[in-house]
């Protein structure tokens, strides 16, 4: 099983689109999870799960953990938010650390592909998710980088904000059009070209297994 996760506070953003879309060309069964909207806590160091390897801080990440334990294949996405992986998902791998006490490592051989969303196409979310991955002993098969939609476009004041992407790239609006708007997945070709191409990698992986 294919375990899909985008870690986006936008349920159905381009991270989601990107994700689903690798999930879709594997061809092979999967469950796709989103962190929007999720209750998810970052460790609090209290060292209870060193005995157990299981978590003992209860909110909506245990179940997701358990999900992240019975996959075969983990495809995480995330967006650029300061430069780096939001706080989500950054979050949601933080609480992995459970999984790696005594030398277990229960991710271990689970194989990982890497989906980061930036709009400026210079970012940490690629080597963030892909620390957590090798720390995790997981096998990183591909990863794939998709333009991203500023939230500048949605705000309400992006058409004359001085620090916001909008006026950065298209110098102050009246109003923002739909020819100033940034492209959805599904208008990335070449972002649905490689989605298509790693997925279907990742499921060949996966049936030779």
Sequence with gaps: MILGIS?????????????????????????????????????IGCTLCASDNTCKVKDDWNTIGEKMLKADA???GAPNYFGRMNALGHA??????????????????KLGV??????????FVK?????????????????LQVQGYSQ???CGYGQNCGVGNVVRKHGFL????????????????QSLFHAARIGKILGSMLKNR
């Design 114 to 123: 890497i989906v980061s969303t930036d709009y400026e196409g210079n970012n």
């Design 127 to 143: 080597p963030e998710i892909e620390d957590f991955m090798l720390r995790n002993k997981m096998a990183i098969v591909e990863a």
């Design 92 to 109: 949601c791998w933080e609480r992995t650390f459970s999984f790696r006490h005594r030398e277990l490592f229960n991710l271990a051989g």
């Design 174 to 189: 009246d109003e923002i059009k739909a020819e100033h708007l940034p492209p959805h997945f599904k208008e990335q070709p």
């Design 74 to 76: 983990i495809v995480f």
């Design 7 to 43: 870690a986006s506070g936008r349920k159905d953003g381009v991270t989601s689109e990107a994700v689903k879309g690798i999930l879709e060309a594997a061809g092979l069964e999967s469950e796709y999870i989103t962190l929007a909207g999720k209750r998810i806590g970052g460790c």
């Design 152 to 154: 500048c476009y949605t």
